[in-house]
């Protein structure tokens, strides 16, 4: 599987983004996918998981009712709209995904993923 994650920026704080990923090659049996996040001098965190299955989506505390994950199964595409931008909203965003899936708290914990895509870089400046 090859991920290429894409629409990173330069925002305002109360501003939006809409980040992509695009996935290609072996993608038939992937049940989870996921963002994820890393800001300079921390670890990696997740921000939202989708359970390909059944459609159920799942956010870290810090973004939910300002970040949405979707995504559109003929273009092989996740998307994180991301609206109402934090400074500490500033980080690399990873897409991944996984063959499994383990539930909300596996996925979140940005550690079960096994195909990652190149970050891309977003910033929002106060």
């Known amino acids: 599987v090859q991920l290429q994650a894409s629409g990173g920026g330069v925002v305002r704080a109360g501003g939006s983004l809409r980040l992509s990923c695009a996935a290609s090659?072996?993608?038939?049996?992937?049940?989870?996918v996921g963002w994820f996040r890393q800001a300079p001098g921390k670890e990696r965190e997740g921000v939202s998981c989708l359970s390909t299955s059944d459609g159920r989506t799942y956010y870290a505390d810090s973004v939910k009712g300002r970040f949405t994950i979707s995504r559109n199964n003929a273009k092989n595409t996740v998307y994180l709209q991301m609206n109402s931008l934090k400074a500490e909203d500033t980080a690399v965003y990873y897409c991944?995904?996984?063959?499994?899936?383990?539930?909300?708290?596996?996925?979140?914990?940005?550690?079960?993923?096994?195909?990652w895509g190149k970050g891309t870089l977003v910033t929002v400046s106060s």
């Open positions: 090659g072996s993608i038939l049996r992937i049940n989870a």
């Open positions: 991944a995904t996984e063959r499994g899936w383990y539930g909300s708290n596996w996925c979140l914990g940005a550690n079960g993923m096994d195909y």
